[in-house]
């Protein structure tokens, strides 16, 4: 079975710098494309940033130029420094992915970030 498994996570000032990570299971992890998206409160869950199989990044433009997606294959987890942190990057962060055309989620990790 896929599992998505996430640490780090916090509350930090503005400003300030968060890490978080996943930790994928039940997939040959190398071939899988990885997400993290985030959802705020009273809003819908939305697109951060995407890792591909080789290691090519995107973001949305949000967080462009602060955040950065990583993957390490050899231990089946993708990471997301977070630096630069804004009120607005408050929300719980979801990694993901896609096996078979069904989404997989990680179990959510709370980002705060105080004005």
């Known amino acids: 079975q896929v599992q998505l498994v996430e640490s780090g996570g916090g509350s930090v000032q503005t400003g300030g710098s968060l890490g978080l990570s996943c930790t994928a299971s039940?997939?040959?992890?190398?071939?899988?494309?990885m997400r993290w998206y985030r959802q705020s409160p009273g809003k819908a869950r939305e697109w951060v940033a995407t890792?591909?199989?080789?290691?090519?990044?995107n973001y949305d433009n949000a967080v462009k130029g602060r955040f950065t997606i990583s993957r390490d294959n050899a231990n089946s987890r993708i990471y997301l420094q977070m630096n630069n942190l804004e009120p607005e990057d408050t929300a719980v962060y979801y990694c993901?992915?896609?096996?078979?055309?069904?989404?997989?989620w990680g179990q959510g990790i709370q980002v705060t970030v105080n004005s």
């Open positions: 039940g997939i040959t992890f190398s071939e899988y494309h």
């Open positions: 993901h992915t896609i096996d078979e055309g069904k989404d997989y």
């Open positions: 890792i591909t199989t080789d290691g090519s990044p």
